[in-house]
């Protein structure tokens, strides 16, 4: 039978009811589709009982808090934003490997939670879990590919149940409820964004420094592509970004010799994630973006364009 979101959300609403009960909960929000999805539902089945979160890690896009709280505010979900970003940073230096990372940003997030749960008296911890989270994440008879912070990283000691209402679904389905739900486009048609944020995007050890890199680059692809998107030059990709290597390479900045950071820009096309292929963006757009970035970002000298499907690759770099 095919995916009726109408059906899917009355059933939600009463599963989150009875599985948290007259209890309070928490949901952490990031403000892409699958989380403010859960805040919805959850919204609606608990009314007072769910604090919604925003944690701002210093991995976001640039103005994410902003954006997400003025978006989800228009669908009905108030929003509290915590700063962490000293925390986060201070917690991954050093840490290189992606997997670790990874652990480290779900403890990191479990942590925070717990603080506001404390605060808050919440016995529930809601996520926007889908079905690729866990899939990827591997366990029985499930090979790992790649630890989702809110699969691997979540500690065995945590206090908190969780209620996880998307679990079994794919991401073309979570829009699909997304717009049955009436939230903004920003919200329902929104790129998938990755819960580590922009972890993920920096290749090695994680920086403030380099974390600025990618904000800044990520910010221009997105605008150079959806600019093109709307006018015609390409089809709208499915997910699109930029990402920093950790090694630099000679250049010339002026007269002189530069030694700066390569960024890779990446753009695919997919349905739910589990599959994709590279967006075949024309010459002139992506030289627009790679003179935009080596120009607006002055420690990077050199721009690629990842031409790699999934598989061999991910989505995302990490």
Not at 17 to 31: H, L, M, N, T
Not at 138 to 161: F, Q, W
Not at 296 to 309: A, H, K, Q, W
């Amino acid at each position: 039978m095919p995916f009726d979101p109408g059906e899917f959300i009355g059933k939600s609403v009463d599963s989150i009811r009875a599985a948290v009960g007259k209890k309070k909960a928490i949901i952490a929000v990031s403000g892409g589709v699958d989380s403010s999805v859960a805040a919805v539902l959850a919204s609606r089945a608990l009314g007072r009982n769910i604090r919604c979160v925003f944690v701002d890690t210093g991995l976001m896009r640039k103005g994410e808090a902003l954006q997400v709280k003025s978006a989800l505010g228009r669908a009905g979900v108030q929003l509290r934003v915590v700063d962490a970003s000293k925390s986060f940073f201070a917690a991954l230096r050093g840490a290189e490997e992606p997997e670790k990372k990874r652990k480290i940003i779900g403890k990191m997030f479990i942590q925070v939670f717990e603080e506001e749960a404390n605060k808050w008296g919440a016995a529930y911890l809601v996520q926007g879990t889908i079905a690729p989270d866990w899939i990827e994440s591997g366990g029985g008879s499930r090979k790992k590919i790649k630890s989702h912070h809110n699969v691997g990283g979540l500690p065995k000691e945590m206090r908190m149940k969780l209620c996880e209402p998307l679990r079994d679904l794919y991401k073309h389905e979570v829009r699909m409820v997304a717009r049955e739900l009436k939230l903004p486009p920003e919200i329902s048609e929104r790129q998938p964004f990755p819960g580590p944020g922009l972890a993920v995007r920096i290749v090695g050890e994680i920086t403030p420094e380099k974390a600025e890199i990618v904000r800044g680059a990520c910010a221009i692809v997105e605008e150079e592509l959806e600019s093109a998107s709307a006018s015609g030059k390409i089809e709208h990709p499915w997910q699109y970004f930029a990402a920093l290597l950790p090694t630099k390479t000679v250049g010339v900045r002026g007269d002189e010799r530069s030694y700066q950071y390569t960024v890779v820009v990446r753009a695919v096309r997919s349905l739910d994630g589990m599959t994709a292929n590279f967006s075949h963006i024309p010459p002139e757009v992506l030289q627009k973006i790679s003179t935009r970035i080596t120009n607006e970002i002055r420690s990077v000298g050199r721009v690629l364009y990842d031409i790699t499907n999934k598989p061999p690759a991910t989505v995302e770099l990490e």
